[in-house]
């Protein structure tokens, strides 16, 4: 069982990361962190291979990867639980917990990029035209341009989608 040793030493020493993390993505009312936190840890633990190693951190980016997957999830539920208790208006319940959903999601991708590229994406995402951008930034156009191609190649191989 060297295996499951490897994964119960990397969760013991991540444990206070992935509850703080977890304490920042998600309201109190949706959930306990260290909750999500332990689901995380048994969904890691019943998909568990031999061939899955610890090299170069991968073993803790397994679990906090089966967390994200868990707080979405929760998420779900509580804005469904919540839709049905609510005969009034459930838009606006859903809607919010599917922004601090896509939130959470854009957060993640973003932290995948350099810091130039992450901010003329931010400024991107706020509906600022690439001029607009240049001048914050002190940069050209053009320099623009070339961040925000190459954040989306990098988006791409940081999410395997290339």
Known sequence: MEDSHTLNSVFCRHYAVLVAW???QVRPEVG????????AYLRCRKTWRADRTSVNGRTAAYLF???RWVVLDELRRFARRRA???SVSPA?????QWTQA???IVDEVLGLLPGGQRQVCLAMLTGKSQAQIASECGISPGAV???LSRAKMSLLEGLELR
């Open 84 to 86: 049905r208790s609510s």
């Open 22 to 24: 977890c304490g920042k």
């Open 92 to 96: 606006p319940v859903c809607e919010n």
């Open 32 to 39: 306990d962190p260290e909750e999500f936190v332990h689901l």
């Open 65 to 67: 990867q089966a967390l």
């Open 102 to 104: 896509r939130r959470l």
């Open 145 to 147: 341009a070339v961040r």
